[in-house]
């Protein structure tokens, strides 16, 4: 039976107070600022978020390194990226996400690539500066053809005092002023990977656009040039949006950071318009072009032809009547497409109700994509928003939407226990536990192996793959602990 608004926001409200009750008074006070019911109405979600996680709580959270090597700095495929410290961390992060690429692997292109110096008890003891210095020099003699090399700072790097930057400076004179960037992103910085996004931002900032100033510009300019910023190509993402975006008759000169290069980063400063994906990740670096270099930016949303079509226009407003009259052109030529997708999987989704929790931009994008369907979004969090994110998240989610900043364990169980969604969007490392629990799922940091979503291509395959998850036979062979009896 359907519920009405009122009985839904009260539902939740008491989901959350449920959620609550297991905790300790002053950790259930300090959750308790991270959950909310969203009132229509009201110009913010109603919660608290970028502050230190509750130890104790399993966070889903990540750390400032993996934000800067996993999603800023590791999709550039022209230049090498060290994870200075132990194994471990770039072991964790070697490969994890899918940022397709152009390029021979390990001769010009090394995304796929693992770097790292291996910090040994030695090496934390007298420290690794030398042993970094001699990595250098066998990156240089192994991959001559790299145009970059960035080193990114474990944890104990910024505990032992290891002087990353003394080092890039004098290895990039020894070779010819080469690009080698020190990003000091050691993990324990900030509350979550967030922080590791900002300071590679700071990053490109000092070391790539001051440094390269003075250097000529390796194209002509045109009055339609734009630059991707905050794609990091998974399954193909940025691919699909390049096509629309030249069909209507822009120029990329560069997309950040998935099958990016070092040059498209030097010559971004060139473009007429950045247009920004992922706002967490990238909005730093799109206000200092605009400040420093005068260009504008503005955010797109490729997620579903409805958000498609938006963002298309939303673009093509910064220019003249061609571009707009070729946005126009590229809509029409793709809306019997979409309209053959939606009648195909419409009727089967329509109704279905999702929950989701990832990074970056998803939990609001994607809300678009699924509302194409028939779908609705029940409830949707950030592992590591910030307010920002939030007050955009009240443009795309419904009154009485049950919204969790950096959600525990615990909770995330609990609420899909009690709302019972057809399907949970969220990471990899809450899949496995939603799938035994008998709830499908979607994988939606990295599109669960498929993609790509972006684009109405994309869209194709993320209907498709939606219908697959939620329709799959196998959920009739297994019982999700509220219908077992347990």
Known sequence: MDLTLDEVKARNAEVITEALSVYPDKTAKKRAKHLNVYEGDKPDCGVKSNIKSVPGVMTIRGCAYAGSKGVVWGPIKDMIHISHGPVGCGQYSWAARRNY?????GVDTFVTMQFTSDFQEKDIVFGGDKKLDKIVDEIQRLFPLNHGITIQSECPIGLIGDDIEAVAKKKSKEYDNKTIVPVRCEGFRGVSQSLGHHIANDAVRDWVFERGADKPALFESTPYDVAIIGDYNIGGDAWSSRI???????RVVAQWSGDGSLAELENTPKARLNILHCYRSMNYISRYMEEKFGIPWVEYNFFGPSKVAESLRTIAAHFDD????????VIAKYQPLMDAVIAKYKPRLEGKKVMLYVGGLRPRHVIGAYEDLGMEVIGTGYEFGHNDDYQRTTHYVKDG???????????FEKFVDRLQPDLVGSGIKEKYVFQKMGVPFRQMHSWDYSGPYHGYDGFAIFARDMDMAIN???WGLTKAPWNAGH
């Open 322 to 329: 061609h571009i707009k009259e070729g946005a126009e052109r």
């Open 101 to 105: 690429y152009i390029g021979v692997t």
């Open 244 to 250: 629309l975006l030249e069909e209507m008759g822009l």
């Open 472 to 474: 799959n036979p196998v």
């Open 401 to 411: 939407t049950l919204i969790y900043d950096d959600v525990t364990g615990y909770e």
